[in-house]
């Protein structure tokens, strides 16, 4: 067994009571929907098992992965709660998906055949949610077949319809036009399958953005991610969600040396010394998901100020140029997504500088990087609601 280095020289900290807040905010805007987090891709890379256990301590008890690896990593961590693989899957997997206790994504006739004959009879009626396709383009059930799918005779014995679901594809934008399309589509096809006698428990539309923006979209569940991480990405016209970024990502000052003018920083000479320049050298690089679009345009926090970075970034080091800090030295703390002093940096000014979205920053950031937890305090527990 390794055990990490006592001082990284780069690492992440977390703050679970600011995921508290962020699913309290969740809680406020969809007061009677039950709350399924969004836990994949390593909880968007702030570290999949300590935020599903956290969550559970606040009340949550429904998770969603991508894939049937990251929910049976949760489930051999000890994880019990039902835990929903909303991407594709395929029939090789259902075996694996299935003695995992794991709730799959159906999205086509084929599909519910193969998922019900590989259900062995002691694990039947196994809960399934059905996801239908109201303008995602990708994963989904057309309405029209809807009713023919619902009525299969695997709906009668061995699966379960637990849940019928969609996914938003616009509703972060101002234009509110496709959002309302879909879930109108949605609705008209949960009213058909009522009408014909179809009952189910788990309803389901709502992402972040459509906890925000669309009470329409709120149905039993609500599967917010990125909100529960501090973060949207809806207009500056609109106003910002009470959310705050959970996540802080530092480095320390590994080297420090002067520059003449007309020097150049790093791979290919893409900085030139206007003057003569300190430069700090940071152990961190685009194999720890500090992004090689960052090169040139990037800042980091030092000494409470805004530093740029100057030329490529590496593979496992950036240089930030550091003239104007006073009294910087090795060691000294630099912040790439936080908040030093009264500066702050967020992963939506760094996916602004990489021209992509936060989710990328935050789902980046790599392995090698070490995750440390803020402990959840007992007063947020206490405000969550009894499951
Ligand atoms: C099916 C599904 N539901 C919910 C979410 C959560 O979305 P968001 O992070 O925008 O809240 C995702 C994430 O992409 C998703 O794929």
């Known amino acids: 067994m390794y055990t990490p280095s006592q001082f990284p020289p780069t690492s992440v900290s977390v703050d679970l009571n600011a995921l508290g807040h962020n699913l309290a905010h969740v809680r406020r805007l969809a007061p009677r929907s039950e709350v399924l987090a969004v836990v994949k891709a390593n909880a968007y890379g702030h570290g999949a098992l300590e935020l599903t256990r956290t969550l559970q301590q606040l009340a949550v008890h429904r998770f969603g992965v991508a894939t049937v690896d990251e929910g049976i990593v949760l489930r051999q961590a000890g994880i019990h709660d039902p835990i929903l693989v909303m991407g594709p899957t395929v029939p090789a997997q259902f075996p694996d998906l299935i003695a995992h206790r794991l709730t799959p994504v159906l999205y086509r006739s084929d599909m519910v055949q193969a998922f019900a ?32 799918l619902a009525a299969m005779p695997a709906f009668r014995a061995t699966l379960r319809l637990e849940g019928l679901m969609t996914h938003l594809a616009d509703a972060d934008n101002t234009k509110t036009t496709h959002t309302e399309t879909q879930l109108t589509e949605f609705q008209q096809t949960l009213d058909t399958l009522r009408q ?46 009470e959310l705050r970024p959970i996540l802080t990502w530092k480095a320390t000052i590994a080297h420090l040396h002067n520059i003449q003018a007309g020097d150049s920083v790093s791979y290919n000479r893409t900085f030139i010394a206007a003057r003569r320049s300190k430069i700090a050298v940071l152990p961190v690089g685009y194999a720890d998901g500090y992004n090689r679009l960052l090169s040139n345009r990037g800042m980091v926090l030092i000494g409470g100020r805004r530093v ?4 490529r970034v590496c593979m496992d080091m950036t240089m930030v140029d550091v003239t104007d800090v006073p009294g910087v030295h090795i060691g000294q703390e630099a912040i790439l997504i936080g908040q030093q002093g009264q500066e702050r940096l967020t992963a939506a000014d760094l996916a602004a500088w990489q021209q992509t979205i936060p989710y990328e920053v935050l789902c980046a950031i790599g392995q090698r990087v070490p995750r440390h937890y803020l402990p959840l305090r007992s007063d947020n527990e206490k405000s969550s609601p009894k499951p």
Do not use: F, W
Request: hydrophobic share 40%.
């Open 117 to 148: 004959a590989a259900v062995p009879p002691k694990a039947a009626p196994y809960s399934v949610h059905v996801k239908i396709e109201t303008g995602m383009g990708r994963l989904g059930v057309h309405p029209p077949e809807m009713p023919d």
């Open 196 to 241: 014909g006698g179809l009952s189910c428990p788990l309803i389901h539309a709502a992402n972040s953005a459509g906890i925000i923006q669309y009470p329409a979209s709120l149905y039993t569940l609500v599967r917010p991610g990125i909100m529960l991480y501090g973060y949207h990405t809806l207009s500056n016209e609109t106003p910002a969600p």
């Open 308 to 311: 740029p970075v100057v030329g």
